[in-house]
């Protein structure tokens, strides 16, 4: 019933890592994990579906000139993860279809790295740790997976506020309170250049920004965020010698990107700028190219039909009280 009003001309599909085997007892971030089974009865629903299956640059084509002959759908996944190269990028192989990649470089270069699955790996393998804030340590209990999650939840909705050298200075305190090398648990989880390279070369892999820490932008000064968008359109354009003309905020949620962020976006160059707020795209955001939605498929909902209420829009509708066109 809400499909004619909501499901829109097309829709930005988004993900983050593909897991080859099972999902561990205590696993916080799952739900930016699909399984790469699931990945693959994504797209082939799609394809069932009628969908064309296209890059951002081509979804904007389609936006901005109003295109709406044919559904459409891009794939796109996040930060830099191996196994978007490893698990992913076979499955779009097989079935000769674009994917869409927003690189955050300080994970490449080794110079920043996903705070949030370092956390994890922490709490995985300590029963007890203490927290380092500014307004006095704190003890948190870990024994139990439910103890585990409780902690991740309380170290994130703290970390999520800070500005990046906040942030990064809490982790090098928690580092050493808790004699945990947070960096090198998650190394080899990242991509490396070479990856990329092979990425770019496949032909199936579109190439995007997502700045150069995943900072929230929100939470730095203007300059910064500023900064944090063109030096990492530099870098993947000077180490990759392409244009990069898309960009993903990094957590891309209410809280973390608005106007000031969009007007930065757009200034600094890019064509189009993809949020995280839950909706499909309408013929009204040829006007919002630097707000765009995107709906994530994550871990919590692995089904074809989740999928189907996804892509109707009725999920987006109550998500956004009745809201058609989502933009900030």
């Given at each position: 019933?809400l499909?004619?009003?909501?499901?829109?001309?097309?829709s930005?599909?988004?993900?983050h890592?593909?897991?080859?085997?099972?999902?561990?007892d205590?696993?916080?971030n799952?739900?930016?994990?699909?399984?790469?089974?699931?990945?693959?009865?994504?797209?082939?629903?799609?394809?069932?579906?009628?969908?064309?299956?296209?890059?951002?640059?081509?979804?904007?084509?389609?936006?901005?000139?109003g295109?709406?002959?044919?559904?459409f759908a891009?794939?796109?996944?996040?930060?830099?993860?191996?196994?978007t190269?490893?698990?992913?990028?076979?499955?779009?192989?097989?079935?000769?279809?674009p994917?869409?990649?927003?690189?955050?470089?300080?994970?490449?270069?080794?110079?920043?790295?996903?705070?949030?699955?370092?956390?994890?790996?922490?709490?995985r393998a300590?029963?007890?740790?203490?927290?380092?804030?500014h307004?006095?340590?704190?003890?948190?209990?870990?024994?139990t997976?439910?103890?585990?999650?409780?902690?991740?939840?309380v170290?994130?909705?703290?970390?999520?506020?800070?500005?990046?050298t906040?942030?990064?200075?809490f982790?090098r305190?928690?580092?050493?309170?808790?004699?945990?090398d947070?960096?090198?648990?998650?190394?080899?989880?990242?991509?490396?250049?070479?990856m990329?390279?092979?990425?770019r070369?496949?032909?199936?892999?579109?190439?995007?920004?997502?700045?150069?820490?995943?900072?929230v932008?929100?939470?730095?000064?203007?300059?910064?965020?500023?900064?944090?968008?063109?030096?990492?359109?530099?870098?993947?354009?000077?180490?990759?010698?392409?244009?990069?003309?898309?960009?993903?905020?990094?957590?891309?949620?209410?809280?973390?990107?608005?106007?000031?962020?969009m007007?930065?976006?757009?200034?600094?160059?890019?064509?189009?700028a993809?949020?995280?707020?839950?909706?499909?795209?309408?013929?009204?955001?040829?006007?919002?190219?630097?707000?765009?939605?995107?709906?994530?498929?994550?871990?919590?909902?692995?089904?074809?039909?989740?999928?189907?209420?996804?892509?109707s829009?009725?999920?987006?509708?109550?998500?956004?009280?009745?809201?058609?066109?989502v933009?900030?």
């Amino acid at each position: 019933m809400l499909a004619p009003a909501y499901a829109g001309i097309g829709s930005l599909l988004m993900f983050h890592r593909v897991r080859a085997g099972d999902a561990p007892d205590f696993a916080p971030n799952h739900g930016i994990t699909v399984s790469a089974a699931f990945l693959a009865r994504i797209i082939d629903l799609l394809l069932e579906r009628g969908y064309d299956l296209v890059t951002m640059a081509e979804a904007e084509r389609r936006v901005a000139t109003g295109d709406a002959a044919r559904k459409f759908a891009n794939l796109s996944f996040d930060d830099g993860y191996r196994d978007t190269f490893e698990v992913a990028l076979p499955v779009f192989a097989a079935r000769r279809v674009p994917m869409t990649l927003y690189l955050t470089t300080g994970f490449l270069d080794g110079e920043h790295f996903a705070w949030w699955d370092a956390l994890e790996h922490l709490l995985r393998a300590r029963d007890r740790i203490v927290a380092p804030w500014h307004d006095g340590a704190q003890a948190l209990e870990t024994r139990t997976s439910a103890q585990k999650e409780q902690a991740f939840g309380v170290i994130r909705a703290r970390v999520m506020r800070m500005p990046r050298t906040a942030r990064e200075e809490f982790f090098r305190s928690l580092a050493k309170t808790c004699e945990f090398d947070v960096e090198a648990s998650v190394l080899a989880e990242r991509l490396t250049w070479d990856m990329v390279e092979r990425m770019r070369d496949s032909g199936l892999v579109e190439l995007g920004a997502h700045t150069v820490s995943h900072c929230v932008l929100a939470n730095e000064t203007a300059a910064a965020a500023r900064s944090e968008m063109i030096r990492g359109r530099e870098r993947l354009e000077s180490r990759l010698g392409i244009p990069v003309r898309h960009f993903a905020y990094p957590f891309g949620g209410r809280a973390e990107v608005g106007a000031r962020e969009m007007i930065l976006a757009a200034d600094a160059g890019f064509t189009t700028a993809v949020t995280t707020r839950h909706a499909n795209l309408q013929l009204e955001h040829r006007h919002h190219l630097h707000a765009l939605p995107r709906i994530s498929v994550n871990g919590f909902h692995q089904s074809t039909r989740d999928l189907a209420v996804l892509l109707s829009g009725a999920s987006s509708a109550m998500a956004n009280r009745l809201r058609r066109v989502v933009t900030l």
